[in-house]
C-alpha cells in the first residue's frame, strides 16, 4: 500500500520560509517522480512543482508564483521528498499535498493528507 | 499556459440520477486529461486518466471522454458516496493546471 505522510506545515511570517517534508512508503521511491499541489482555503487545486526521479536526472520544474522562491528537493536513501518555501506571501496559504505520479508527470495517482501552510503576520 | 473551464461549477442532483461535467481547454491537450474527485477534509483521489481510462479500483459508474478541448466525466447513476468536488487537469503541457471545480450536490 503506497503511503504519503506530509510534515513541517505550520504558521510562518510573511517573507519567512518553512521546508515541508512528504515520507513514503509502498512505492520505489527512487524511480518515482513526485508532485507538490496545493490548495488554498475554499479554492481549487494549484500545480507547485516536480521532480524527475533520480534515473531520469532528478530535476526540477516549477510554477510560476513560486519559481525562484520555492526549491523541490530528495533523499532517495530516505525515501522523503522535500519542499523549501522562502520568501513566503500570504497568497501562499494552503493545504500542500505530495503526490507520486507517474512518468512525464501524465497523472497524479497517490496522495497525501496535506500539510497546511499559513502566511499571517 | 492552458486554462481548464469546467461547467457548471456546482450541480444539484438525487441518488440515482446521471450526471455529466464538462472541461474545456483553452487549446487542444489531445487526450491528456484527467479527473479528480475530492471530498472535504481529504485529499483528492483520481478516477479517469488520458480521458476515458477508469483508475484501478473506481466502480465502473464512473466515465470519461472526449479529446482535444472538450472533455466530458459521468457518473451513470449517482450513489450517496458520489457527492463531491469534481477536477479535471490537462497533463499535455507545463505548468500543469486544473480546472476551478464542480461541487457536486444533494437535490
Known amino acids: 500500500e503506497v503511503q504519503l505522510v506530509e510534515s513541517g506545515g505550520g504558521l510562518v511570517k510573511p517573507g519567512g520560509s518553512l521546508t515541508l517534508s512528504c515520507a513514503a512508503s509502498g512505492v520505489t521511491f527512487a524511480d518515482t517522480w513526485m508532485s507538490w499541489v496545493r490548495q488554498a482555503p475554499g479554492k481549487g487545486l494549484e500545480w507547485v512543482g516536480r521532480i524527475k526521479s533520480t534515473p531520469d536526472d532528478g530535476t526540477t520544474e516549477y510554477a510560476a508564483p513560486v519559481q525562484g522562491r520555492f526549491t523541490i528537493s530528495r533523499d532517495d536513501s530516505k525515501h522523503t521528498l522535500f519542499l523549501q518555501m522562502n520568501s513566503l506571501r500570504i497568497e501562499d496559504t494552503a493545504v500542500y499535498y505530495c503526490t507520486t505520479t507517474v512518468r512525464w508527470e501524465l497523472r497524479f495517482e497517490y496522495w497525501g493528507q496535506g500539510a497546511p501552510v499559513t502566511v499571517s503576520s | 499556459d492552458i486554462q481548464m473551464t469546467q461547467s457548471p461549477s456546482s450541480l444539484s442532483a438525487s441518488v440515482g440520477d446521471r450526471v455529466t461535467i464538462s472541461c474545456r481547454a483553452s487549446r487542444s491537450v489531445t487526450y491528456y486529461v484527467n479527473w479528480y474527485q475530492q471530498k472535504p477534509g481529504n485529499a483528492p483521489k483520481l478516477l479517469i486518466h488520458?480521458?476515458?481510462i477508469l483508475y484501478s479500483g473506481v466502480p465502473s459508474r464512473f466515465s470519461g471522454s472526449g479529446s482535444g478541448t472538450e472533455f466530458t466525466l459521468t457518473i451513470s447513476h449517482l450513489e450517496p458516496e458520489d457527492f463531491a468536488t469534481y477536477y479535471c487537469?490537462?497533463?499535455?503541457?507545463?505548468?500543469?493546471?486544473f480546472g476551478q471545480g464542480t461541487k457536486l450536490e444533494i437535490k
Open positions: 488520458a480521458a476515458s
Open positions: 487537469q490537462q497533463s499535455y503541457s507545463l505548468p500543469r493546471t
